[in-house]
């Protein structure tokens, strides 16, 4: 039944302005905005064995909410918490004195995530079954393509979030693993890995970095370039990345440079800086701090990024030939590793 008397109305969009404003790295809300008393929420970015799973769930909220808890259901299996009903957690419907009116749904959404990651916890309850680590790990893997057959309207509403959100921090962290994933693909495997990180990068993007033609040392060495092309959200910013580590690889000198000043925020500073070191080798000897600027979206920071670029650069010797370019700080395997490892 839809609810939505005038203060009800208000008291659950301005809990769902809070839960966007949360930047949580592991919760995306999304409301229904032809019912605000039913939200659902994503899990994701977890550890292990979630590694890779996104997991729908969903609150119905009361009447009278936030006096009472809203009632809670899994939609997408994940070895913990029982699809298709009800659930039982501490805070819930079943358990109405434990309830807490300051939690609010995304207090009740941290509580269901709390759950997944310490199992132990959660004691005995409806439809609550501990499945084993490993069963938890095949159903986090095969949690996307449970989600684009069953529930395609919540997968696209989830898009559309990480659309209109670019910079909240649960989308920034899932397009970085999504990057990471695609790089490790690509050369998981085979020498070259063409296939898979051409259709990371997308065509345009393939041909801009001049990739296909690269050697397996070319390819790991520009790794972490490849990283930031993929992970930067802004189409422009992703094609000046191409276009770098095309450079870098001596196939686009001239249409990098002829770019660059479209996506510099107006820093001559820094397009001069560039086409003094703009040889391959130079290129390789500046590429870390480039692309870093380059990736940078906050305006502030941004012109900050470019004052330090120049200063660094504009004055500075033309380098030594180099062999191969230099790998950003963040190369291939130290990026895997953070990303993939420890999260």
């Known amino acids: 039944m839809t609810n939505q008397s005038g203060r009800f109305a208000r008291v659950m969009q ?38 890779d799973g996104e997991y729908f769930f969903r609150l119905d909220a009361p009447p009278n909410f936030p006096q009472a808890p809203p009632k809670f259901e899994f ?12 659930i039982c957690i501490s805070i819930g419907d079943y358990h109405k004195k434990n309830w807490r009116p300051v ?9 269901v995530v709390n759950g997944m990651l310490v199992p132990s916890a959660l004691g005995a309850g409806v439809r609550i ?14 949690a996307a393509a449970f989600n684009a057959a069953r529930h395609r309207r919540l997968v696209a509403a989830l898009e559309a979030f990480a659309g209109a959100h670019p910079a ?19 050369f998981a495997g085979n020498e070259h890995g063409g296939a898979p990180l051409q259709a990371a990068l997308g065509d345009e993007n393939w041909e801009n970095s001049g990739l296909a033609g690269a050697s397996p040392g070319e390819l790991k060495t ?41 996506v510099c925020g107006g820093s001559d500073d820094v397009v001069a800086a560039v086409i003094r070191h703009g040889s391959v080798d130079g290129l390789a000897a500046l590429g870390a701090d480039l692309a870093e600027f380059l990736v940078t979206s906050d305006i502030d920071a941004k012109k900050k990024a470019g004052a330090a670029f120049a200063a660094k650069y504009q004055n500075a010797p033309a380098p030594a030939p180099a062999p191969t370019p230099a790998p950003p700080t963040d190369g291939l395997s130290d990026f895997l590793d953070d990303v993939l490892g420890e999260l």
């Open 103 to 111: 939690l609010g749904m995304r207090g009740f959404a941290r509580e």
């Open 14 to 51: 301005s809990q769902y302005a809070a839960a966007c404003r949360e930047q949580s790295p592991y919760l995306i809300p999304l409301l229904d905005e032809k019912d605000v008393s039913r939200w659902h929420f994503v899990a994701l970015n977890l550890p292990p064995p979630y590694t």
């Open 222 to 262: 520009l790794g972490g370039y490849v990283l930031k092309c993929l992970g930067a959200y802004d189409p422009p910013i992703k094609k000046a990345v191409a276009l770098l580590i095309g450079a870098m690889l001596g196939k686009r000198q001239k249409e990098f440079l002829e770019y660059l000043p479209a």
């Open 129 to 142: 079954k501990v499945e084993p680590a490993a069963r938890r790990a095949a159903l986090a893997a095969a």
């Open 75 to 86: 939609v997408t299996p994940n070895g913990i918490y029982t699809p298709g009903g009800p």
């Open 168 to 186: 909240h921090a649960a989308v920034v962290l899932r397009r970085r693993r999504a990057a990471a994933r695609a790089v490790e693909r690509a």
